[in-house]
């Protein structure tokens, strides 16, 4: 997620589309892995958590959207 600090908006999408026709798992497992690292070294903050879950959620289902923000949920606790 440290990526998105750069450009914003258009990295948020281009991370989306650049996932898309894979494994919903495996998405979920990377993006939790990138937050995670970002959390630990400080350049990951909850507003930025918040803005990615705004921008991305959207683009997703019911479902996917629960994920997202249990998953947000879960980072915001580190």
Do not use: H, W
């Not at 959620?57 to 580190?78: D, N, T, V, W, Y």
């Amino acid at each position: 997620m440290k990526d998105f600090k750069k450009d914003g908006a258009n990295d948020v999408e281009s991370f989306v589309k650049s996932r898309t026709g894979k494994e919903e798992k495996d998405v979920y497992a990377e993006l939790y892995q990138r937050a995670l690292e970002g959390k630990k070294n400080g350049t990951l903050s909850n507003a930025q958590i918040d803005a990615f879950c705004k921008k991305v959620s959207p683009m997703l289902s019911g479902e996917q959207r629960a994920k997202l923000f249990a998953l947000a949920k879960e980072l915001k606790k580190i």
